[in-house]
């Protein structure tokens, strides 16, 4: 077993389209196969590369979609479909292998969701597996597209999709992502340009449904068209058409209103590189996957994958659901996100019939209050579903959702998982179930950021202080505090700024990333931790003249 730990990342990737071959190769010996995909972007864009690749082998497929995989859906498929059909499962299946070990198919699974439990696949694609992230470094139609990919040469067609689907799951263009979307480039199925990254249609329009970014002025008709004439920029302008320079500055102007929010997540999905699908009946990669995301019902499904494969028969009807969908979205934003409460490491929405709760918790984490994690909770149909955001810069502290949503859900008697940067789930229903998990969510989500290191560090800011108390007297000897921040200076990173008092030294740091801060302050602890060592055994042989302290 190769230790993916200390391998560098492109000897990842390798191994991840190794496991893709072997997908490839299994996939190939089958002439009938159950595709069961994810209900998302993702998952139907997935759904479109298999398809097609599954055409071009000649391969009968049936396709099903669902939002989870339980024991309810897998009797379905095990009683639907004959033992010798081959099961791939895209997008989904990761962390249910337990319900998937009733099935007695053959089982192949394309995934980048967590795996929980001994999958009894015959063969596992999931980044995970190899050290690579699941939820930025490659999505499940990127796991698809290198298994469809390795069936077939010219299948490199399907990398717009793969892309949309990466886009979909608001992915970062990095690792087996950024390797895709070069490929993508290279045979000419998608092409770049950089700006505001959002849908096509007029300025007005745009900033009339967008929600990623979700700005002060967005569906507010009078603040967008004052918005817009600050910037000489004409509403009617299809954002397409803009020069370089227009861009630019609608670009900065977006940026500006974003700055007070402090959060790199939010400045990185509203400006950056805009993706064209040279080869889709829809160009813009946000309008494919916002279209795709927006399809919630079993015929909208079917209609999503011929989409995805050019069938433009259906485009008119999933523009027009997809403008009502942001349009009610815009309005369930403006109404639910003022309620959120707040608790020391987590804010949450509870209600009943909240239309789309997952969008509502992306847009709260991101453009309202990036600094805690955000729960929804929504009530509907007696039961609550739970749809948790985090960001990386809290992941990076310590946080992962997927474990922390789990427990807390599990000891209220509910279930739940995911990404450790999303996250969801279900609890029975009740207000006082809904309160008891956000409880437990906040206790446990506080241990994962492990409040303090070594003294008063938060980690949740890049700015925090190490306060060193001072026992030693200072009536009869020398500050150790003043000696110690002395020898610690040399350690000290630019804005690093000191306070030597009467009884305490405090260190204050002020760094860009949380990392460097919590690199900085275990630096500043260790090398204390060696001054004070030193200073105690110069006491003890005698070198120092003060008063010798207890040592022991
Ligand atoms: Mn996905």
New binding site residues.
């Given amino acids: 077993m190769p230790n993916f730990k200390t391998m560098p990342e492109s000897e990842k990737i390798r191994h991840l389209k190794k496991h893709a071959e072997s997908a490839a190769r299994f996939i190939k010996q089958y002439s009938h196969v159950c595709l069961v995909t ?1 209900n ?1 972007s ?2 139907l864009t ?1 759904a479109a590369i298999m398809i097609q690749a599954f055409k071009r082998e000649g391969i009968t497929y049936y396709h099903k979609v669902f939002p989870k995989l339980d024991a309810g859906t897998v009797s379905y498929l095990a009683s639907s479909f004959p033992e010798d059909f081959l099961m791939v499962f895209c ?2 299946g990761s962390g249910q292998a337990e319900f998937l070990s009733v099935l007695p198919n053959p089982i192949v699974i394309l ?3 967590v795996p929980v439990g001994k999958s009894p696949a015959k063969v596992v694609v999931n980044p995970i597996d190899v050290g690579l992230e ?1 939820s930025y470094m490659i ?3 990127g796991v698809s597209y290198l298994t469809a990919r390795a069936m077939r040469p010219e299948n490199a067609d399907l990398a717009s999709l793969a892309v949309a ?1 990466m886009i ?2 608001r992915q970062l263009m990095v690792a087996a992502n950024a390797l895709i979307l070069e490929e993508a480039k290279e045979v000419g199925v998608v092409t770049s340009r950089r700006g505001l990254k959002v849908g096509s249609g007029t300025l007005f329009e745009v900033f009339m449904r967008t929600t990623e970014p979700y700005l002060n002025v967005t569906g507010k008709p009078e603040a967008i068209r004052s918005f817009l004439s600050d910037l000489k920029l004409d509403e009617n302008k299809n954002i397409n058409d803009l020069t370089e320079d227009e861009m630019n500055s609608l670009a900065d102007a977006v940026l500006e209103k974003l700055k007070p929010l402090n959060s790199p997540d939010a400045v990185e999905a509203a400006v950056g590189e805009i993706y064209y699908l040279k080869n889709r009946s829809v160009e813009n990669a946000f309008d494919l996957a916002g279209i795709l995301d927006s399809c919630n019902k079993d015929e909208d499904f079917a209609m999503a994958v011929a989409l995805c494969l050019g069938d433009s028969d259906v485009l008119e009807r999933m523009c027009e659901n997809y403008r009502l969908t942001q349009e009610t979205l815009v309005k369930n934003l403006a109404l639910f996100l003022p309620t959120a409460v707040s608790l020391e490491n987590v804010s949450y929405i509870y209600g009943r019939d909240i239309h789309s709760a997952g969008n509502i918790s992306t847009t709260y984490i991101r453009y309202v209050n990036p600094q805690k994690s955000f729960v929804c909770l929504n009530e509907n149909d007696g039961i609550i579903r739970i749809s948790a955001r985090g960001t990386r810069l809290l992941i990076k502290s310590g946080l992962d959702l997927s474990i922390a949503v789990k427990q807390a859900a599990e000891s209220v008697g509910g279930s739940g998982g995911g990404h450790n940067i999303a996250s969801g789930g279900l609890l029975p229903s009740g207000k006082e179930t809904a309160e008891a998990f956000i409880k437990k969510l906040n206790e446990l989500i506080g241990i994962q950021l492990s409040k303090s290191v070594g003294g008063s560090v938060c980690p949740i800011s890049s700015e925090g202080t190490i306060r060193f108390i001072d026992e030693t007297d200072a009536e009869k000897e020398e500050q150790l505090s003043q000696k110690l921040v002395a020898a610690l200076a040399p350690d000290n990173v630019y804005d690093t700024k000191t306070t030597v008092c009467d009884g305490y030294a405090d260190v204050q740091i002020k760094t860009e990333k949380i990392g460097s801060l919590l690199a900085t302050a275990d630096d500043l602890l260790m090398n204390a931790d060696g001054a004070v060592r030193i200073k105690k055994e110069s006491v003890k042989s005698g070198y120092s003249k003060s008063h010798q302290t207890d040592d022991k």
């Fill in positions: 994810h998302d993702d998952g997935s997008d989904i995934d980048h969701h699941g999505s499940g139609a689907g979909g799951d």
